[in-house]
């Protein structure tokens, strides 16, 4: 009847003239639905609306460039004219990349021919058009009786949540549809009882690629009765409640796609509606039940935490490694460097301090107290501390082991004591008395794995956040550290350098100490939560004391000659140290200390630049150049 017809439903579907569209405008009038038919062409609109009702009582053909928000607002009002209410918006009209975002065609041309500006349309038509259609929509299904209130369905793409290089515009576009559905889905839900869904098209036969059938198998294709399945759940949602939901069709199915898991941890918050925005920009409170009200007690303003730039507390800021670290951390964007030292008052502390864009701070190792005060408000620790300095001044090796040990605890639990800090970066060492108990020791290094070893058992919190770095040779030693430099021997016009090792073992090679250590800290806390718990080698090379004397002696062009002598004669001459270097050499013979396993972390996955990282080559010449070996 007349009365019956007049009451029926009514669905505008865009791009309804053919493909998706058609199929679901066909299937929508055979349950009983008044069908509006959108499209750019006329020609075939009226055909297509005349086949399903030759009358155009209850089918019609509206001409409509979705792209264009008149053109939108004019069709909604002609349809609202001819049937006086909206129950359903299928925003199904778009197309794919209309010109290559590649621009392959203008290579080889001059640099002042700029690309001429490209074709929009596919954004246009399916984001800009879905946004359109969706506040247009609202507006007249807020007008429907006796209860107000409706649905929107947007066709995407599985090209939304899985690009594909072909189609670039069109997957982003896609992706941007997906994220306003679920972004609206709420205050339409709450506001105006209107759901809001996306299903996510699979390969379909339809006119938006010329030769689709053949370029997919059957089994790729998604079958009709899948796609008018998809729509149907949200359509026959007799108490409206499905929304904000997105799922995918496919040959085997339908397949729901949830948000993504937060591994940021801020999710929660970064999420949450807050009020006095929504109202700005809105012009009333959104009304949802988790919105924030008014500002949190302690937020950022308030507390004066408001940042400009992290703070990275480096301790033995004054030494090689922790040098290394400033050199690097001063000039990386978004971090401010605290550089940690006993003496402020120092010639290399003034220096540091004298640069204006580091702070210089005074701590003591064997004082907690004082690295807490100093750590505070850092959001990473780099903490290193100095065996050899106890060893020169009359310890022994244990003994400066057991002073090694206990600041390394007081650095992990001042550190552990600071609120804000989110990464901390121990300088380590493999211990040769866990890998070889009862036969070697190294105190210099076994000493710092037992920090390790206590960060992870005692401080649990603090080794969830901890990257422990192991750095190799000091290249720079050959300049610097009298047990290792060449010397000149009398009469032979040659250089020796006196070793208790194979010339030919090799050994990890930390490189130049005055960038090295820096960047892999700065590569560390870039990556975060990935580097947590994980050992990384400072190092890109790995080197025999012969190799190295070569590359000395074809940079300084002074004949050099490694000579190995036995631990007990090295150690009569040398002293305690001495017998620590054998002992270290010696742990390097028995196997790689610093072999990669499943706790390591490598320079790749750290995001290292080999290219940026100085080698033992480039660190040599310069001091050649200096005179450093004259």
Same mark, same amino acid.
């Given at each position: 009847s007349i009365l019956q017809q007049n009451? /029926?439903? !009514?669905?505008?579907?865009?791009?309804?003239?053919?493909?998706?569209?058609?199929?679901? /405008? %066909?299937?929508?009038h055979g349950k009983g639905w008044r069908v509006a038919l959108v499209g750019r062409r006329p020609d075939v609109g009226i055909q297509k609306a005349l086949s399903l009702d030759p009358s155009g009582e209850t089918a019609i053909f509206e001409p409509c460039d979705v792209a264009s928000y008149s053109a939108q607002a004019a069709m909604f009002k002609k349809v609202w004219a001819k049937f006086g209410r909206l129950d359903l918006l299928i925003a199904n009209a778009g197309s794919v990349d209309s010109g290559s975002w590649y621009n392959f065609r203008q290579r080889g041309v001059d640099v002042n021919d700029v690309p001429p500006e490209p074709d929009t349309g596919c954004t246009d038509a399916h984001f800009k058009g879905v946004m359109y259609g969706t506040m247009l929509a609202t507006h007249f299904m807020r007008h429907n009786s006796p209860t107000p209130g409706g649905? +929107?369905?947007? @066709?995407?793409?599985?090209? &939304?949540?899985? #690009?594909? #290089? @072909?189609?670039?515009?069109?997957?982003?576009?896609?992706? &941007?549809?997906?994220?306003?559905v679920r972004g609206n889905a709420p205050l339409l839900m709450s506001k105006e009882n209107i759901t809001i869904n996306a299903v996510m098209m699979g390969p379909a036969?339809? *006119?938006?690629?010329?030769?689709?059938?053949k370029a997919f198998m059957p089994e790729d294709l998604v079958p009709p009765a899948t796609i008018i399945k998809a729509y149907d759940l949200f359509i026959n949602d007799d108490d409206n409640k499905r929304t904000g939901e997105t799922v995918e069709t496919s040959y085997h199915g339908l397949f729901w796609y949830d948000m993504p898991e937060d591994k940021s941890g801020s999710k929660r918050r970064n999420v949450l509606v807050y009020e006095p925005w929504f109202a700005m920009i809105h012009g009333e409170k959104s009304g949802l039940g988790d919105a924030l009200q008014e500002a949190p007690e302690g937020n950022a303003e308030d507390s004066g935490r408001i940042k400009e730039f992290e703070i990275i507390a480096v301790t033995g800021a004054t030494g090689a490694q &922790?040098?290394?670290?400033?050199?690097?951390?001063?000039? @990386?964007? &978004?971090?401010?460097? %605290?550089?940690?030292t006993r003496n402020p008052e120092s010639g290399a502390a003034k220096k540091l301090? $004298?640069?204006?864009? !580091?702070?210089?701070?005074?701590?003591?190792?064997?004082?907690?107290?004082?690295?807490v005060k100093a750590f505070e408000g850092a959001a990473a620790v780099f903490a290193v501390t100095n065996w050899w300095e106890s060893l020169f001044s009359g310890k022994s090796q244990w003994e400066s082991g057991e002073i090694e040990e206990q600041h390394g605890m007081n650095l992990a639990q001042a550190a552990a004591k600071t609120p804000t800090l989110e990464h901390y970066l121990w300088s380590t060492q493999p211990s040769a008395k866990r890998q070889f108990p009862g036969k070697l020791e190294t #105190?210099?290094?076994?000493? =710092?794995?037992?920090?390790?070893? %206590?960060? =992870?058992?005692?401080? *649990?919190?603090?080794?969830a956040k901890t990257t422990y770095l192991y750095f190799g040779y000091y290249p720079q030693n050959m300049a610097y550290f009298p047990l290792i430099k060449p010397f000149a021997f009398p009469g032979t016009g040659q250089f020796v350098q006196i070793m208790a090792t194979d010339p030919h073992a090799k050994i990890l090679l930390a490189?130049?100490?005055?960038?090295?250590?820096? +960047?892999?800290? %700065?590569?560390?806390?870039?990556?975060? #939560?990935? $580097?947590?718990? =994980?050992?990384?080698?400072?190092?890109?090379?790995?080197?025999?004391?012969?190799?190295?004397?070569?590359?000395?002696?074809e940079i300084t062009g002074k004949k050099g000659v490694v000579v190995q002598v036995s631990e007990e004669v090295w150690s009569k001459f040398w002293g305690p140290a001495g017998t620590e270097l054998a002992w270290q050499f010696k742990f390097g013979e028995l196997c790689d200390p610093w072999a990669v396993g499943a706790d390591h972390i490598s320079s790749e996955a750290l995001g290292i630049d080999a290219t940026e990282v100085v080698g033992f080559e480039g660190t040599i010449r310069p001091l050649a150049a200096a005179g450093m070996f004259d």
């Amino acid at each position: 009847s007349i009365l019956q017809q007049n009451e /029926a439903k !009514v669905a505008i579907i865009t791009g309804g003239t053919s493909g998706i569209g058609l199929l679901l /405008a %066909r299937h929508l009038h055979g349950k009983g639905w008044r069908v509006a038919l959108v499209g750019r062409r006329p020609d075939v609109g009226i055909q297509k609306a005349l086949s399903l009702d030759p009358s155009g009582e209850t089918a019609i053909f509206e001409p409509c460039d979705v792209a264009s928000y008149s053109a939108q607002a004019a069709m909604f009002k002609k349809v609202w004219a001819k049937f006086g209410r909206l129950d359903l918006l299928i925003a199904n009209a778009g197309s794919v990349d209309s010109g290559s975002w590649y621009n392959f065609r203008q290579r080889g041309v001059d640099v002042n021919d700029v690309p001429p500006e490209p074709d929009t349309g596919c954004t246009d038509a399916h984001f800009k058009g879905v946004m359109y259609g969706t506040m247009l929509a609202t507006h007249f299904m807020r007008h429907n009786s006796p209860t107000p209130g409706g649905k +929107i369905i947007a @066709t995407t793409s599985m090209l &939304g949540v899985h #690009p594909c #290089p @072909t189609f670039p515009e069109y997957g982003s576009a896609e992706a &941007g549809i997906n994220h306003w559905v679920r972004g609206n889905a709420p205050l339409l839900m709450s506001k105006e009882n209107i759901t809001i869904n996306a299903v996510m098209m699979g390969p379909a036969i339809t *006119p938006v690629m010329p030769g689709l059938g053949k370029a997919f198998m059957p089994e790729d294709l998604v079958p009709p009765a899948t796609i008018i399945k998809a729509y149907d759940l949200f359509i026959n949602d007799d108490d409206n409640k499905r929304t904000g939901e997105t799922v995918e069709t496919s040959y085997h199915g339908l397949f729901w796609y949830d948000m993504p898991e937060d591994k940021s941890g801020s999710k929660r918050r970064n999420v949450l509606v807050y009020e006095p925005w929504f109202a700005m920009i809105h012009g009333e409170k959104s009304g949802l039940g988790d919105a924030l009200q008014e500002a949190p007690e302690g937020n950022a303003e308030d507390s004066g935490r408001i940042k400009e730039f992290e703070i990275i507390a480096v301790t033995g800021a004054t030494g090689a490694q &922790g040098g290394g670290v400033v050199n690097i951390m001063k000039k @990386t964007p &978004g971090w401010k460097v %605290r550089a940690v030292t006993r003496n402020p008052e120092s010639g290399a502390a003034k220096k540091l301090a $004298a640069d204006g864009s !580091v702070e210089v701070v005074a701590a003591d190792w064997s004082d907690e107290a004082s690295l807490v005060k100093a750590f505070e408000g850092a959001a990473a620790v780099f903490a290193v501390t100095n065996w050899w300095e106890s060893l020169f001044s009359g310890k022994s090796q244990w003994e400066s082991g057991e002073i090694e040990e206990q600041h390394g605890m007081n650095l992990a639990q001042a550190a552990a004591k600071t609120p804000t800090l989110e990464h901390y970066l121990w300088s380590t060492q493999p211990s040769a008395k866990r890998q070889f108990p009862g036969k070697l020791e190294t #105190p210099h290094m076994d000493y =710092k794995a037992n920090v390790d070893a %206590r960060i =992870k058992a005692e401080l *649990p919190e603090l080794a969830a956040k901890t990257t422990y770095l192991y750095f190799g040779y000091y290249p720079q030693n050959m300049a610097y550290f009298p047990l290792i430099k060449p010397f000149a021997f009398p009469g032979t016009g040659q250089f020796v350098q006196i070793m208790a090792t194979d010339p030919h073992a090799k050994i990890l090679l930390a490189g130049d100490m005055t960038v090295n250590p820096g +960047i892999w800290v %700065r590569q560390a806390l870039a990556t975060g #939560p990935a $580097a947590f718990g =994980k050992y990384a080698n400072v190092a890109l090379e790995r080197w025999s004391f012969q190799d190295m004397m070569d590359k000395w002696s074809e940079i300084t062009g002074k004949k050099g000659v490694v000579v190995q002598v036995s631990e007990e004669v090295w150690s009569k001459f040398w002293g305690p140290a001495g017998t620590e270097l054998a002992w270290q050499f010696k742990f390097g013979e028995l196997c790689d200390p610093w072999a990669v396993g499943a706790d390591h972390i490598s320079s790749e996955a750290l995001g290292i630049d080999a290219t940026e990282v100085v080698g033992f080559e480039g660190t040599i010449r310069p001091l050649a150049a200096a005179g450093m070996f004259d």
